[in-house]
């Protein structure tokens, strides 16, 4: 994903906040994650990318298939 997508994911994740979805501090928690992640090394952090976005690719088809 670009970092066009990736930002529009974290605008979203903020406005789950905003909306009352999520709890500020599980967003402090990933964002403490995404800067533990960073400093690891490149493979490291390809894999993670990797689960990330197959975890939003599921968590998408979810939401589309209980609507």
């Known amino acids: 994903a670009d970092s066009t997508a990736r930002s529009g994911e974290i605008v979203s994740a903020i406005e789950a906040v905003q ?14 994650l995404f800067n533990e992640i960073s400093s690891l090394g490149e493979a490291e952090r390809k894999a993670c990318l990797e689960i990330l976005t197959t975890f939003a690719a599921y968590s998408r088809s979810q939401r589309r298939t209980r609507r």
Do not use: K, M, S
């Not at 909306?19 to 403490?32: F, K, S, V």
């Open 19 to 32: 909306d009352g979805e999520a709890a500020p501090q599980e967003i402090l928690a990933i964002a403490d």
